[in-house]
C-alpha cells in the first residue's frame, strides 16, 4: 500500500514513519509534504493508496486542502490534535481518525480498516464530513449496510432498535435500514441530538414520540406507528425527559 504523509510538524511525520517501518512492513511511503501545497504537488505525479493528514496546517488546513481537490481516489485517515467537537463529526461521518499523539495499537487498527476499505473497492466520499464540520451540530450520520453506504439525516430517524451487533433503523417515510454497528454506539453519538435510551433495544427521538402505552406492558408508539421499547426501569425518567421536551 502506496501512503503520503501531510503535516507541517517534522516531529509528527517522524513519528509516523517509525511506527511505520517498525509494525507495517508492508506500506511503502511515496512522499511527506510540510503543506497543502507541497501535497497537491506530490499528488499530481504520484497514485497514492492512503494518505495521513493532519489538520491544522498554516495557510490552508485539512479541510480547505480536501476542498480544493477535484478528484479524491484515495483513502484518507485524518491525525489531529483537533477538539472534541471535530471528533464528533468523524464519528457520525464514518471517517477514520488518529488523535496525536499517536498510539500504535490505533494506527495499525486505523491502517488495517483501511485495507479491508480497499478490498472491498469502496472509494470515500467526504461531503457528509463538510458538512458536518461546518455545521453547529452534525447533521448527517452515515452508515454501511450489507449493500449500500447511507448519508441519513439525523432528523429522519424515528428510532433505532437494537439487537446485539445490529441496529435497525426506522426512518420517516416508511424506510428501515439494517446496519452492523451496535445501539450503544448510536446512543454515544445520538444522545446530545434529542434521541433517549429507552430500552436496552430501544433508541427514540423524543421529536416522533407519539404516545406512551401502558396496556398489557409498556411500549411507545413513534409517528409511523412504529413500536419502540420502553423499560419499567426507564419509565419515569423518560416520562420526565418528555415532559420537559414538551414545555420547550
Sequence with gaps: MKIIIIDDEPKAIETLELIISEFCSNIHIIGTANSAEKARE???SNKPDLIFLDIEMPAE???DFLKSLQNIDFQIIFVTAYNQYAIQAFKF???DYLLKPVKIPEFINAVNRVKT??????MPDFRALIENIQSQKPVKIVVNTSDSREYINIADI???EGDTNYSKFYLTGKRTLLVSKTLKEFEEMLVNHGFYRTHKSSLVNLNFVKRIITKDGLSIEMSDNSIAMLSRR?????LKVMDNFVKK
Excluded at 117 to 122: D, M, S, T, V, Y
Design 93 to 95: 461521518s464514518a471517517i
Design 234 to 238: 426507564s419509565k419515569d425518567d423518560f
Design 117 to 122: 476499505i480497499i478490498q472491498q473497492k469502496q
Design 158 to 160: 424515528i428510532h433505532i
Design 61 to 63: 488546513n485539512g479541510f
Design 42 to 44: 506530490l499528488l499530481i
